[in-house]
């Protein structure tokens, strides 16, 4: 299965057919519905709509749509329906022209006071009029699946990409392993004849004082303890198994955001251990380049649905 990104975006129109030459608004030119989805991260899926009082019926069967497709993201569901096209004018009929007449010597009847109505404000009341009369029942949901696909197919991309991205730093992660795991034995070489010749002088300053076996023992007593200290063997175990687990999901796909972001904080884990127990500058940079890219790495799963 693939892996998807939370990141998207996606929109679709529809054209209504011509109002007929019955209607009221007969002269009002063809209504058009357009409909957008965007998608950011999110912990969860979390949905909003802004539709016009039009479509508000809607909202239910579009929640359900999105909820069966879509398991985490900040979502928002925009619509618009444009009633004119473009350059038109809204023309009013007689009879909606004798209502707003009507309606206008009431309420001046009781409010002399009051402005008339304009002819910009007449053709507002005709558009808005206009575009209450189409009904958009099927055409709504249609232009909702049409609009949803295209959104996951530009999640499917987004996701492909971050893929690349992730297994990119997985394939330098692995090397940078390979480069600190000959330093350790070669440290602990290092720092055993370090307290080998520092027992030695110690012995010719005593003048004999105290055993060269005892003396001998000491050191490598004291060298052990020093490799135990700074071993990073085990870290570095875990950070491959956990490399070979984020590739695993990233093979597998589907819904393995939060399973990576989990895996994340375990790589930071031992990277953090690996510069804790650095007794080499060479294994501090290791360590430090190992942490920027995991916290690039946490960037992109973080974008990972």
């Not at 990141?7 to 209504?31: C, K, L, M, V």
């Not at 003048?207 to 060298?223: C, F, K, N, V, Y």
Request: no cysteine; charged share 25%.
């Amino acid at each position: 299965m693939p892996v998807y990104s939370m990141t998207g975006y996606a929109s679709a129109q529809h054209g209504a057919a011509s109002f007929g030459p019955d209607s009221e608004n007969r002269h009002i030119g063809p209504s058009r519905l357009g409909l957008e989805i965007r998608s950011v991260n999110s912990r969860f899926l979390d949905l909003s709509f802004r539709l016009p009082e039009e479509l508000r019926q809607h909202e239910p069967a579009l929640r359900e749509l999105l909820t069966q497709r879509l398991k985490r993201g900040k979502v928002e569901v925009r619509a618009a329906i444009d009633t004119h096209s473009p350059g038109s004018v809204a023309e009013p009929s007689p009879r909606l022209l004798q209502r707003l007449n009507a309606v206008q010597d009431t309420v001046r009847a009781w409010l002399p006071a009051a402005a008339p109505l304009s002819v910009a404000d007449v053709i507002r009341l005709s558009a808005s009029e206009g575009g209450a009369s189409a009904d958009w029942s099927e055409a709504v949901p249609a232009l909702a699946q049409e609009a949803l696909a295209a959104l996951m197919a530009a999640r499917e991309r987004e996701g492909a990409r971050l893929v690349t991205m992730l297994l990119g730093h997985v394939a330098q992660l692995r090397a940078l392993a390979l480069q600190a795991a000959p330093l350790v034995p070669r440290l602990v070489e290092q720092q055993r004849t370090r307290f080998l010749d520092r027992w030695k002088e110690a012995m010719a300053l005593a003048d004999g004082a105290i055993a060269p076996d005892m003396a001998q023992d000491r050191a490598l007593t004291e060298a052990t303890a020093f490799a135990i200290r700074i071993d990073v063997a085990e870290e570095l175990t875990r950070l491959a198994s956990h490399l070979d687990e984020i590739e695993r999901l990233l093979a597998k796909g589907a819904e393995v955001g939060k399973r990576l972001d989990f895996l994340i904080q375990e790589l930071h884990r031992e990277a953090n251990t690996l510069g804790s127990k650095s007794a080499a500058l060479e294994l501090t940079h290791i360590s430090v380049d190992m942490k920027v890219l995991i916290e690039q790495m946490r960037e992109q799963v973080q974008n990972i649905e």
